[in-house]
């Protein structure tokens, strides 16, 4: 998956983005449960204005249910609507409609109370490539056409999805770029593979994975590569053990240290280790 932003991109996707929001009442911003934060776009509500969002934490399948369970507290705590769904197997799903139903009470007891009534709840998915965006609108919708690949904003003339008898959803999402503000939202978009390995150091984004693991799940390491180590363990070293336990060695017993990056790369992506979550929010 490539991603490669361009400000004509970014601006042509505001623009898109915006032209269409005229027509939605609810954002869902989709973003990945093992990085809520760094597979959300920080821009996000400045280019909504004030519409309202729920935030859906998509592959929670594949996020630490002990993290979910934090991250729960943190959006209950700032009044923020969430929900976590896993969009293949369309756990979630329920609680996503009910939850777009309660966003909007208020807005449609004030249009009953005008007169207004039947009115139709209109939503709009959006967030960066990769989260999972056109694998739950097919859940939604029970079809199987609506991939749009990684075209910026909404592109296709717009068609609408009966969710239920209130609510529709624009079955083309809103494309947002990830910010690469900071070193390491590249690195945990890239443990989890939603950018592509051209654009980044895989031995560096290896052994970066091995000293995050190292501090947040040891037990990770050592179930899956049985590898011993302690505190004063450096990344390179454990990724050294790593490959002799594995046998990647090259001519003269040299570790191969490119076959021992691509093979963690590999597994933390896949899910091989485990449920595993990169970020979490600051807790009391
Ligand atoms: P996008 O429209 O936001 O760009 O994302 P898309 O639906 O294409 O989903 C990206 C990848 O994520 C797909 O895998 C899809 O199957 C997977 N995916 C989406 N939702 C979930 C979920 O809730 N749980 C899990 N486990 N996976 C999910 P793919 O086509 O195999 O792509 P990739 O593996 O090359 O990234």
Redesign the pocket.
Known sequence: ?DIQWYPGHMAKAKRQIRENLKLIDVVIE?VD?RIPISSSNPEVDDLINGKKKIVVL?????ADPEINKLWEKHYKKANQPYVF?????G?GLKELIATVKTTMKPVLDRDKAKGRLNRQIRCLIL?????????????ISGRAST????KPGVTKANQWIKVSNEIQLLDT?G?LWPKFDDETIGLKLAWI??IKDTIYDREEAALKLLEFLRSAYPNVIYDRYKVEFDENTTALELMESIARKRNYVIRGGEIDYSRTAEMLMDEI?K?TLGKVSFEWPEVD
């Open positions: 998956m989709l449960a998509n592959k929670s399948d594949l769904v896993d969009a293949i197997s756990k967030g960066i490539p990769n989260v999972g965006k056109s694998t739950l609108i097919n859940s991939k749009t690949g990684n999402p494309i593979g939603s992506k899910t």
